[in-house]
């Protein structure tokens, strides 16, 4: 499976962001969708994930300010904030938990990260 993302760059305090994560491969049911970010020096932290039509999870540093969305029929999930701080530069990574087939176990999969720089 990969996944691939787009909606990154340089975005001024204040403006918004939407990000893209669209998986493609060898795919039968997708579980939890979400969006991780890593800021230099820092861990990688949860930003968003949704479980099927489940009511989204937020991390507490994006909640009120945050939209997670997916598309099964494209098997994508879009992440979308606003407004954006400063805090809010890190490298952004998409996570898809999907199987092949009926009898595959679950597998974890990671998108190469998008760089978002909030700057003015």
């Known amino acids: 499976v990969q996944l691939v993302e787009s909606g990154g760059g340089l975005v001024q305090p204040g403006g918004s962001l939407r990000l893209s994560c669209a998986a493609s491969?060898?795919?039968?049911?997708?579980?939890?969708m979400a969006w991780y970010r890593q800021a230099p020096g820092k861990q990688r932290e949860l930003v968003a994930s949704?479980?099927?039509?489940?009511?989204?999870n937020y991390g507490d540093s994006v909640k009120g300010r945050c939209t997670i969305s997916r598309d099964d029929v494209k098997s994508a999930v879009h992440l979308f904030i606003n407004p954006l701080a400063p805090e809010d530069t890190a490298v952004y990574y998409c996570?898809?938990?999907?199987?092949?087939?009926?009898?595959?176990?679950?597998?974890?999969?990671w998108g190469q990260g998008t760089q978002v720089t909030v700057s003015s």
């Open positions: 949704v479980y099927n039509d489940d009511a989204p």
């Open positions: 491969g060898s795919i039968f049911s997708i579980g939890v």
């Open positions: 996570y898809v938990r999907s199987r092949s087939s009926t009898w595959a176990g679950w597998r974890n999969y």
